[in-house]
């Protein structure tokens, strides 16, 4: 049986193949560690072959996307200086190749099919999970949280956060009815349920911030492209003074408390202030990607057992940005950022001066979510994990050419007659 090649790399036609691959794909990055490399080879066999049925179309140019390499080439790079070669030489690795998955996605896969995918995918996971998930005892502060089949009630809480926002853009950024608008409200519910059970402060209010923040730039974009600079300052020097009232007025004590928390996040201002000490000793660039939390090496296993963690892994300073500068100094920090604040804010100017851009205003949440999680965790720095997946997707997407504006009118315009919602946007 012969299988035509736009079921397979045409964004047009490809949506079976696609919610299938990111369904699974997304799969893998929850638990890989569970499963081992037999479901990193399926992660790869899902996009790599690609290649073969059209490199052309699947690769693109990759001189218009060095900006998105560079940290995970720079990564790689590490091993020359890192405190542990064998370590940085086979993440490296790992992490670049996932970066190049993700980009052969973006070239291949629409918004809707990223959408439908990611609603199967995580469904299927908090399933699992709650059929097969365990509760953890926080010795920081005594209490029981359920953390899923996952090592971390953070890492629950981060896919119930992605369900919560894909269940909730399905039918209003994309239109969907029918079967998809039943499994969006499933996720829905079967998410915001996740969500209390793994008791995440972080997961509960970026989740809250990013629905609020999708629907103020949702009220910006109806508004002409005259007023929605204006507007979009102001709303953003409105919600800086916010930010500092809350922060010296006691706002963000009290919102921790709701959560049990402390003004110390439950000791991470203090491995935050660690972090901060180990950059010190290489801050240009690092001791190397993946080369501090190695067992044997003394400060790591002084914070493991600071921190109670028994396993002697996993463990990382619950900071983005921290972690970068630990491991890759100045360098990779720059590196890093620039690839996610190009990627939010090139979707903010998007949908400042483009109409009915839908898939910047879905790509952007995803963005922002990102952003806010990366004061407080890792999400964007590991291979096989679908932060960093969603990232270089998002930024990839910068790279393609817009569509006509002529063309996105006459989309919306059949919108208003077909049953099922909003047509895929060709990209």
């Excluded at 999708?214 to 003074?241: E, Q």
Aim: aromatic share 12%; with cysteine.
């Amino acid at each position: 049986m012969r299988i035509a090649k736009s079921s397979l790399i045409s964004p047009d036609r490809n949506g079976a193949y696609g919610t299938v691959a990111i369904a699974l794909s997304f799969f893998v990055f929850a638990y890989s560690s569970r499963f081992g490399q037999a479901s990193i080879l399926l992660y790869y066999g899902l996009w790599l072959p690609l290649v073969l049925v059209d490199y052309r179309r699947v690769l693109g140019n990759y001189g218009r996307r060095l900006w998105i390499l560079g940290f995970a080439v720079f990564a790689c790079l590490s091993v020359f200086w890192s405190a542990a070669p064998s370590m940085t030489a086979r993440t490296g690795i790992q992490y670049l190749s996932h970066v190049v998955c993700a980009l052969i996605a973006m070239r291949l896969i629409d918004i809707r099919t990223l959408t439908r995918g990611a609603i199967a995918g995580i469904g299927i996971v908090l399933v699992y999970s709650l059929l097969f998930g365990v509760y953890h005892l926080d010795p920081l502060d005594g209490t029981y949280s359920f953390v899923g089949a996952f090592a971390s009630k953070n890492q629950l809480g981060f896919y119930a956060s992605l369900g919560i926002y894909f269940a909730f853009i399905a039918p209003v950024a994309l239109g969907e009815r029918r079967l998809w608008l039943l499994a969006s409200g499933a996720l829905g519910l079967l998410a915001a349920y996740s969500l209390l059970a793994s008791q995440s402060a972080t997961s509960v209010l970026t989740s809250a911030v990013i629905i609020g923040l999708w629907l103020g730039m949702r009220v910006v974009g109806l508004l002409s492209p005259g007023h929605r600079k204006g507007l979009f300052l102001a709303a953003v020097i409105c919600g800086a003074l916010v930010a500092v009232a809350g922060i010296y007025g006691g706002g963000v004590d009290l919102v921790l408390g709701l959560f049990g928390k402390d003004s110390t996040l439950t000791g991470r201002t203090y491995l935050w202030q660690q972090g901060i000490e180990a950059a010190m000793a290489s801050p240009v660039v690092g001791v190397g990607y993946q080369a501090y939390w190695v067992q044997g090496f003394s400060e790591a296993e002084r914070l493991w057992e600071e921190f109670f963690i028994s396993t002697r892994s996993g463990f990382h300073f619950h900071n983005t940005f921290i972690e970068a500068i630990v491991e890759t100094g100045a360098i990779g920090l720059v590196l890093l950022s620039g690839i996610l604040l190009t990627t939010v804010l090139g979707h903010i100017k998007r949908l400042l001066t483009e109409d009915h851009d839908t898939q910047s205003s879905v790509l952007f949440g995803i963005a922002m979510l990102l952003l806010v999680r990366s004061f407080v965790e890792i999400d964007i720095m590991n291979p096989y994990h679908v932060g960093s997946f969603l990232l270089y997707f998002a930024a990839g997407k910068l790279t393609l050419q817009q569509p006509r504006p002529e063309a996105r009118s006459a989309e919306v315009r059949r919108a208003r007659v077909v049953p099922q919602g909003m047509p895929q946007l060709r990209y």
